[in-house]
């Protein structure tokens, strides 16, 4: 592995190529032509060109890739060193979690991981929540994490303050087993490495990033490790989010992929987004995580939670933003116009938020809604 490793790193952090692209690459060479990553790198330009169909500056792009081929050669032999493993997507040790759930255009070129690896094959749960959260939402987490590890399932942590913190602390107070998923590279992690070395050593919790070893914690690496987190997961429990920020999005999304999430039924008065995710198609569940059938919520009763001016008449406001809707696309301040509602623009932006049939595209510097198509999405290839 040491030799590969090598060209894995350097494959994996090309400048400018998304996931997908590489992803791409790597299906050709190794499923198709069931070549190794060394041997790619060791084909001519002419090659490259012709059978792989890459441009003159992907071909520059890889050369110049080759260049570092050195350089990450120690790089790789220290990483091994120190204990620390490379997983590539090519590997069988490698998440098929994590594969089945993001697919080709998602899934990570290359794992760096330190623990016991065997985890990532088990069944596998992510408890989620906003990094406010307090009180219901991480007893929630707690009791969650608690079911979870008696029933030998791993708890997937994002490592963030609040419910993610929780719900690891929680599983190895209970004898559980847990992923961290770093928003920042590996090596970094020394202070964790620390405080959870029994934990590693014992084969009950395993360090995970995607990130380049030496990459600091940054916001940007924060957002992109969430839909990690998400993948990781045979199941996701949410015990608290806001409007907007990483959990939001992060449902949303996973939503829109067709996962199924469950969502903590929040108890009356709470100031939270739960009830509108659970309108957008997340299921409701109960402190035990069992979910919740007919649980009554409708767009009203996400209107009813978000407005509460006297002087504005609730019924209908759905249908009448969907009536202005049809066939259209329209900003904040038209649809208000339009469907003469008595409303600000902030109250209806958190409406439409909570309606599963629109969606919002940017057209310069405004934002317009329209109703979603009802198309399916294309399926995407399967990797490996």
Same mark, same amino acid.
């Given at each position: 592995m040491k030799n590969e490793a090598t060209y894995w790193i350097t494959l994996a952090h090309l400048p400018k190529w998304g996931i997908g692209k590489i992803n791409g690459l790597i299906v050709r060479f190794f499923h198709d032509e069931k070549i190794s990553i060394e041997e790619f790198f060791n084909l001519s330009e002419t090659v490259w060109s012709e059978r792989y169909q890459l441009t003159p500056t992907d071909i520059l792009d890889l050369q110049n890739a080759k260049s570092e081929l050195p350089n990450n050669a120690?790089?790789?032999?220290?990483?091994?060193?120190?204990?620390?493993?490379?997983?590539?997507?090519?590997?069988?040790?490698?998440?098929?979690?994590?594969?089945?759930?993001?697919?080709?255009t998602q899934s990570p070129s290359l794992l760096y991981v330190k623990g016991n690896k065997q985890i990532l094959k088990e069944l596998s749960i992510a408890i989620v929540g906003s990094r406010e959260a307090d009180g219901k939402s991480l007893e929630f987490a707690d009791n969650i994490a608690r079911l979870a590890s008696k029933e030998y399932k791993v708890v997937v942590s994002g490592f963030a303050k609040g419910v993610d913190k929780q719900a690891l602390d929680s599983a190895i107070k209970y004898k559980g087993q847990s992923i961290i998923v770093l928003p920042q590279g590996i090596t970094t992690f020394n202070s964790g490495f620390k405080t959870y070395y029994k934990q590693i050593v014992d084969g009950d919790v395993l360090v995970l990033s995607t990130f380049p070893p030496k990459a600091g914690w940054s916001v940007p690496l924060a957002m992109a490790r969430n839909p990690i987190i998400y993948g990781l997961a045979d199941e996701i429990y949410v015990a608290e989010s806001s409007e907007k920020g990483g959990t939001w999005?992060?449902?949303?999304?996973? $939503?829109?992929?067709?996962?199924?999430?469950?969502? @903590?039924?929040?108890?009356?008065?709470?100031?939270?987004? %739960?009830?509108? #995710?659970?309108?957008?198609?997340?299921?409701p569940v109960d402190f035990n995580g069992n979910e919740?059938?007919?649980?009554?919520?409708?767009?009203?009763?996400?209107?009813?939670?978000?407005?509460?001016?006297?002087?504005?008449? $609730?019924?209908?406001?759905?249908?009448?933003?969907? @009536?202005?809707?049809?066939?259209?696309?329209?900003?904040? %301040?038209?649809? #208000?116009?339009?469907?003469?509602?008595?409303?600000?623009?902030?109250?209806?932006?958190?409406?439409?938020?909570g309606m599963e049939s629109v969606q919002s595209v940017r057209n310069g510097k405004t934002t317009k809604y329209l109703l979603k198509s009802t198309r399916p999405e294309p399926e995407q290839k399967e990797l490996f």
């Open positions: 120690f790089f790789a032999e220290n990483l091994l060193s120190q204990g620390y493993d490379l997983l590539p997507i090519t590997s069988p040790e490698y998440s098929p979690t994590l594969k089945q759930n993001l697919k080709a999005a992060g449902v949303v999304d996973g $939503l829109r992929k067709g996962r199924k999430i469950y969502v @903590r039924q929040p108890d009356p008065g709470e100031k939270n987004a %739960n009830v509108a #995710l659970i309108q957008k198609g997340a299921k919740i059938l007919n649980s009554g919520y409708s767009e009203q009763s996400v209107v009813s939670s978000l407005v509460t001016d006297a002087t504005v008449s $609730l019924e209908n406001i759905p249908d009448k933003i969907l @009536r202005v809707l049809t066939g259209k696309s329209l900003s904040l %301040n038209e649809i #208000l116009e339009k469907g003469q509602l008595n409303l600000t623009a902030g109250k209806l932006a958190s409406i439409i938020k």
